[in-house]
C-alpha cells in the first residue's frame, strides 16, 4: 500500500487553512499545520477546530527552526499563513509576507527537501484595478483611481480614451499585477518568489488568487479584514454597518469550502503546474447591497453608514474570471445566499460578539488609510 500524501498548511488554524486541512483529511492525508495564533485573528488562542489528529506546530514563519521543523518529510505545502487586510502596518507586512515566504523557499532548496507541490495563497489584491467595458471603446482594464480623484467623490472607473463611466468585467489573469497598498505589494512579492523559484528549480508550483473568502471561522477578532464578517459584528451590537465610497463598489465573494476544494484541486493537477490561478465565484456582490442584505438576515432594521469616506487604492470592482481554473473542472458550488446562511448559523453559535472596528476605524483615519472625501455626505 503506498504511503499517505503528506501536507503542511501554514495559517493552518485560519479561515482558509483550516479547510484546507479538513479537505486533506477527508482524502486521507497526513497533516502538519503551522501557526502563530496570531492575537488580532485568534484572540482566544488555539481554535477547536484544529482537530486532534493533526500536528500542530506553534511557529512563526519568520523563524528558521519553524522551518526546520516544519517542512521536514513534507510532500506538498499549502502556504496560506500571511498577515492580511488594512492593517496600519507597513513593515510587518513585509516581514511576514514576504520574508516569511522567501525563508521557505530557502529552506526547501537549502536542505534539499523532497517536496513535490506548493500551493500559495495569492490574492485578487495583486491586481491594479479590475477589468471593465467602456459601451464606445470595448474592453480595458482599470489602472488605480488617482487620490485627488476620489477625494472629489468621484469613485467610478472611467475609460481611458473618452471619460465615460465604465462597468466592470470579469478579470482575467492577464489583468496588470501592482496593487497600491502594502497587503497586496506583498502578496505580489510572495506569487513572484514562488513563481520563479519553480521555473528555476523544477519544483511544481502553483499560485491561486484567492477572492474575498468567507465563512464559517472567520475571525470575529479581527476588525481589519473580511467584510462579512465585520459587517455583522457591528449589526449584532445595533450598529450599522460602515460602508466607504458610495456602496456601488462590489466584490467576488466566494465561500471557503469552495476556495478550500480549488486548492486540493491544484495541488494534484499537474496541468496547475508552473501557473496562477483566480479562485472566485465568477459573479459580483454590491458591498453596500451586501450589508442591507445581512441586517435584514440578521432581524436588524439597520441601514448602512455610507459617511464617503475611501481607501486610497482600493479597488473599485473585481469580478473574478475563474475559466483558467474552470478548465481544470473547478466550479464554486456555494451561492451566497446559501454560504451567508451558513455563515450566520455560525456566529450565532458563537455566543456574545464583541465590536472592534469602531477603534480601529479611528486608527485609520489617523494614519491617512482611510480619508473623507470632501464632498463626501453622510447616507
Not at 498548511?9 to 487553512?17: D, K, M, R
Not at 450589508?291 to 487604492?313: F, S
Not at 451567508?340 to 455560525?346: G, V
Amino acid at each position: 500500500m503506498a504511503e499517505a500524501t503528506t501536507a503542511l498548511v501554514t495559517g493552518g488554524a485560519g479561515l482558509i487553512g483550516s479547510h484546507i486541512v479538513d479537505e486533506a483529511l477527508a482524502r486521507g492525508w497526513n497533516v502538519r499545520v503551522l501557526d502563530n495564533l496570531e492575537p488580532q485573528t485568534h484572540a482566544e488562542g488555539k481554535p477547536s477546530w484544529i482537530p486532534g489528529d493533526v500536528e500542530f506546530i506553534h511557529g512563526d514563519v519568520r523563524n528558521q527552526e519553524d522551518w526546520d521543523r516544519a517542512l521536514n518529510g513534507v510532500d506538498v505545502v499549502f502556504h496560506e499563513a500571511a498577515y492580511g487586510g488594512y492593517m496600519p502596518e507597513i513593515a510587518k507586512f513585509i516581514h511576514v509576507n514576504s520574508y516569511g515566504t522567501a525563508l521557505m523557499l530557502e529552506t526547501i532548496r537549502n536542505n534539499d527537501l523532497p517536496v513535490r507541490k506548493l500551493v500559495l495563497a495569492s490574492s485578487q489584491a495583486v491586481y491594479n484595478e479590475g477589468a471593465y467595458h467602456c459601451d464606445r471603446h470595448g474592453h480595458f482594464y482599470g489602472e488605480t483611481r488617482p487620490v485627488s480623484r476620489l477625494a472629489q467623490g468621484d469613485y467610478l472607473m472611467h475609460c481611458p480614451l473618452c471619460g465615460d463611466p465604465a462597468r466592470p468585467a470579469p478579470t482575467d489573469e492577464a489583468a496588470p499585477m501592482g496593487g497600491e497598498n502594502v497587503y497586496a505589494i506583498s502578496k505580489a512579492d510572495q506569487e513572484r518568489l514562488v513563481i520563479s523559484f519553480g521555473r528555476a528549480t523544477g519544483l511544481p508550483v502553483t499560485a491561486l488568487r484567492h477572492s474575498c473568502t468567507y465563512g464559517p471561522r472567520q475571525s470575529l477578532f479581527n476588525p481589519y479584514t473580511g467584510v462579512i464578517a465585520i459587517f455583522c459584528t457591528r449589526l449584532m451590537n445595533d450598529l450599522p454597518p460602515v460602508v466607504y465610497e458610495d456602496g456601488n463598489q462590489s466584490r467576488d465573494l466566494v465561500f471557503v469550502e469552495d476556495v478550500a476544494r480549488a486548492n486540493l484541486l491544484v495541488a494534484t493537477d499537474d496541468r496547475a503546474n508552473g501557473q496562477v490561478m483566480n479562485v472566485g465565484s465568477g459573479k459580483a456582490a454590491g458591498i453596500g447591497a451586501l450589508a442591507r442584505l445581512l441586517a435584514e438576515k440578521l432581524g436588524k432594521d439597520i441601514e448602512p453608514d455610507i459617511p464617503g469616506e475611501y481607501r486610497p487604492g482600493e479597488m473599485r470592482a473585481l469580478i473574478s474570471d475563474t475559466s483558467r481554473l474552470g478548465a481544470l473542472g473547478f466550479r464554486a458550488q456555494t451561492s451566497l445566499e446559501d454560504g451567508i446562511d451558513r455563515y450566520l448559523a455560525w456566529i450565532q453559535e458563537q455566543g456574545d460578539v464583541g465590536e472592534y472596528f469602531s477603534e480601529a476605524a479611528r486608527r485609520l483615519r489617523e494614519r491617512q488609510i482611510v480619508k473623507q472625501a470632501r464632498s463626501g455626505t453622510r447616507a
